[in-house]
């Protein structure tokens, strides 16, 4: 079946939540996808900050064929080797023993189950990010900040106040004695890749701790080393009470988790919270294959190196304003708001990327991108920009 056969059958069968893709994907290979008539695309969104080691690569198809074709699903009643590796190798990362896991399968359910966690503490209110992005589901919704996503849904969850991201003295009149928690992307990245001053998340955690409110930090697109560490927030030198994972957790597979922290990790007591897939032996076995190829790469190293090079050589494209970002996350501001007819000739031209908002672009490829993908990138997107100004 061709491109626009699937595009007519997706009309037919699928709901209208996202609006119709223009393009049906059928095989990937590294950083490489196909589509439906034969076309071969650079993949630099990688299923959203997702495929963190891109597509089919070796050690994620041999863990997970290992894996279904000996015990493929346990349930919460037993434990099972994968999961409690992967929580080891999630604690150990944290850098705090005391640290304890709970695994879903995606960004919104983490955030979820630190929503209930924070109502554990008897105290309700909380304050989120305005334009922050922490999932689609009526608790994570009531968190995420952008009102065009909330407003069809009212009446959200009550008690939640959203403040302009980076501005610390908003923040301080948010908090009081009341304040359960404080969710927080280390940068937003649904709302153009926005990156906070400096010293921000290290002074809303000393304003946490006097309200004695939770510190929640949303790692689910920044995290699993695509910013050149395991969660985005490490260069701040704080820790958060919750770490919120799941986009590049799972390899590409549908994998979340909720890290609690300190005493943050014994809040949750026996029956409080639940998911039936949560951990699965499948899902934590391509965890786990990517984390050990991610660490026996240097990938978070190579990450920061890209990162410099892209960043030098994008800004001196002409039609860009800013760029911006961490690691293999970036955005690029362009002088118009133009970003989605952009993305769109990208896409023509060879190279997936994606408009997170009318004025900017959004990269995050694997992080087995390599120098020849990115020179391309840049070669593309150089001329498009030319011609499309
Ligand atoms: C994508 C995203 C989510 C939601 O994840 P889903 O898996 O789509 O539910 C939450 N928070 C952040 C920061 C995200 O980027």
């Known amino acids: 079946m061709k491109n626009k056969a699937m595009i007519s059958q997706w009309k037919r069968t699928t709901q209208n939540n996202y609006g119709v893709p ?6 990937g290979k590294g950083l490489v996808v196909t589509d439906a008539d034969g076309k071969t695309y650079l993949d630099f969104l990688g299923g959203i900050a997702t495929n963190i080691l891109g597509h089919a690569h070796p050690a994620i198809v041999k863990a997970v064929s290992k894996q279904i074709s000996v015990l493929g699903h346990v349930s919460n009643f037993y434990a099972h080797p994968n999961a409690l590796a992967l929580a080891d190798k999630l604690i150990s990362m944290t850098g705090d023993k005391s640290a304890r896991v709970f695994f879903c399968q995606s960004g919104a359910e983490a955030n979820e189950a630190a929503l209930k966690l924070s109502r554990r503490t008897g105290r309700v209110r909380i304050v989120a990010a305005r334009g922050a992005f922490h999932g689609r589901t009526m608790g994570a919704l009531s968190l995420t900040g ?3 996503k909330r407003e069809p849904f009212v009446p959200l969850l009550k008690g939640i106040k959203h403040v302009a991201f980076g501005d610390i003295n908003a923040m301080r009149r948010a908090i009081n004695k009341k304040t359960a928690m404080v969710i927080l992307e280390p940068i937003m990245g649904e709302a153009g890749v926005i990156v906070p001053p400096a010293d921000y998340l290290a002074e809303v955690r000393q304003l946490c701790d006097a309200a004695g409110a939770l510190l929640v930090i949303d790692a689910v697109q920044t995290g699993m080393g695509r910013t050149g560490d395991w969660f985005g927030y490490e260069y701040s030198g704080i820790k958060p009470d919750v770490i919120t994972v ?4 799972g390899g590409g597979l549908p994998l979340g988790a909720m890290i609690a922290l300190g005493k943050a990790a014994e809040i949750f007591k026996a029956g409080d919270h639940g998911s039936t897939f949560g951990g699965n032996p499948v899902t934590t076995a391509a965890g786990l294959a990517a984390i050990n190829v991610i660490e026996r790469d240097s990938l978070m ?23 911006r970002g961490a690691g293999l996350l970036i955005g690029i501001e362009l002088e118009k708001p133009n970003a989605n007819e952009i993305a769109q000739a990208m896409m023509d031209a060879g190279v997936l990327v994606n408009a997170a908002n009318a004025s900017t672009i959004r990269i995050a490829p694997a992080l087995i991108v ?14 498009v920009l030319t011609d499309g100004n």
């Open 370 to 383: 390599t120098q020849a993908h990115i020179d391309k990138f840049i070669a593309t997107f150089r001329k």
């Open 22 to 27: 223009t393009l049906a994907l059928v095989k």
């Open 301 to 323: 190293k190579k990450a920061v190196k890209f990162h410099e090079h892209i960043l030098t050589e994008v800004a001196l494209i002409p039609g860009v304003k800013q760029v």
């Open 246 to 249: 799941a986009k590049g957790l």
């Open 146 to 148: 952008q009102p065009a």
